[in-house]
C-alpha cells in the first residue's frame, strides 16, 4: 500500500470516531432536554394537585386524586429512566448504600466510603 492510502484509511478512522463521539453527544443533549422536560412537567403537576386538593378543602368536598397522583408517579418513572441512561453515558454508577453516582470502576464510594460492588 502507498502512503496515500495509508492516509486515507487513517483519516477514514479518524472520520467515523469522530461521527461516533458527535452522535453520542447528540444522544446525550437529547436526553438532557428530555430531563429538564419531565423535571418541568412533574413541578406543573405538582402544583395543580396542590390547587385541586386545596379547592377541595376550601370547599369542603371529597376529591378523587389517584389519577394526578398516578400521573406524577409514571414521569418519576420516566425520569429516573432518563437519569438511568444519562449515568450510563457519563459512565457513571449508583452507591448501593447512599445513592450517589460514581465513576465506573471506583473501588468505594467517596461521598460515603461504602465499597462499590
Known amino acids: 500500500m502507498s502512503n496515500f492510502d495509508d492516509f486515507v484509511t487513517n483519516v477514514k478512522g479518524c472520520a467515523s ?3 461516533e463521539k458527535v452522535s453520542d453527544g447528540i444522544d446525550f443533549a437529547k436526553l438532557n432536554t428530555y430531563k429538564v422536560r419531565i423535571q418541568s412537567d412533574i413541578k406543573k403537576d405538582y ?6 386538593y386545596y379547592l377541595a378543602l376550601k370547599n369542603k368536598r ?9 400521573r406524577i408517579d409514571d414521569l418519576k418513572g420516566q425520569l ?16 448501593s448504600s447512599c445513592s450517589q453516582y460514581v465513576p465506573k470502576g471506583s473501588e468505594f464510594c467517596p461521598h460515603c466510603g461504602n465499597k462499590i460492588k
Do not use: R
Open 80 to 95: 429516573d429512566s432518563i437519569i438511568e441512561q444519562i449515568n450510563i453515558h457519563k459512565k457513571l454508577v449508583q452507591c
Open 62 to 70: 371529597e376529591e378523587d386524586f389517584s389519577a394526578e397522583i398516578q
Open 17 to 19: 470516531a469522530v461521527g
Open 47 to 52: 402544583a395543580a394537585l396542590g390547587e385541586k
